[in-house]
């Protein structure tokens, strides 16, 4: 006999859980925070996840693919390498003062609390890493073919940069930066593709 069907919607389940774990922190986060969160019963989430750290994995991916693509349509809307640079560092900006930049990026606090205790947690924190120092590096790329960034910029040590304000501007976020703080400190940064 088949058991219930589930009755909630599961993207927009993980979308509650990603505040908890971003406030809180995998070990910091009860399964009875999660319940309270999703506003589901604990029974519902041991029924759809194995256990805390399932519905943390789930979350994690869950995070990593919207901003992949929300990122994709603010780079869409821009033409050079440089203005794609721009483009991605004022979404991070964006992402990383008021109530946004003090929930954090799971991504982040994932390779603080974890990577270095967890195998698999640590790979994916690593990949999404891997991923955005790439797409920075493809960005610097296209900038010096199309004339946007000057050829003498070294791409790889550039695209590191670029990352580790990135991720950088999702750190200081916490502490309560302000808007015109975080967009400082991307007209800094352009300056360095000069």
Same mark, same amino acid.
């Given at each position: ?21 971003? &406030? ?10 999660? %319940? ?27 995070? &990593? &693919? ?11 809307? *821009? ?47 690593? %990949?999404?890493?891997?991923? +955005?120092? *790439? ?12 004339? &946007?960034? %000057? ?7 550039? %695209? +590191? ?9 999702? =750190? ?6 302000? +808007? ?5 400190? =991307? ?8």
């Amino acid at each position: 006999m088949r058991g219930r069907p589930r009755e909630f919607d599961m993207d927009e389940t993980l979308d509650k859980a990603i505040p908890v774990f971003c &406030s809180r922190g995998f070990h910091g986060t009860s399964i009875n925070d999660l %319940a309270e969160g999703m506003q589901l019963t604990v029974g519902s989430i041991y029924k759809a996840f194995k256990d805390k750290r399932a519905v943390f994995l789930a979350v994690l991916d869950r995070q &990593s &693919s919207q901003r992949s693509v929300q990122l994709d349509r603010v780079l869409a809307t *821009a033409h050079s390498g440089r203005d794609k640079i721009q483009a991605a560092l004022m979404f991070y900006a964006e992402l990383s003062h008021g109530s946004r930049g003090k929930e954090g990026c799971l991504v982040v606090s994932t390779a603080v609390e974890l990577a270095a205790h967890d195998v698999e947690i640590g790979a994916r924190a690593t %990949a999404a890493f891997q991923g +955005r120092e *790439a797409l920075m590096t493809g960005l610097i790329r296209q900038g010096k073919d199309d004339g &946007s960034i %000057a050829l003498h910029i070294d791409s790889a040590g550039t %695209a +590191r940069l670029l990352l580790c304000l990135l991720q950088g501007l999702r =750190v200081v976020g916490k502490t309560g930066k302000t +808007r015109k703080e975080m967009l400082a400190v =991307v007209e800094a940064a352009m300056r360095v593709l000069v």
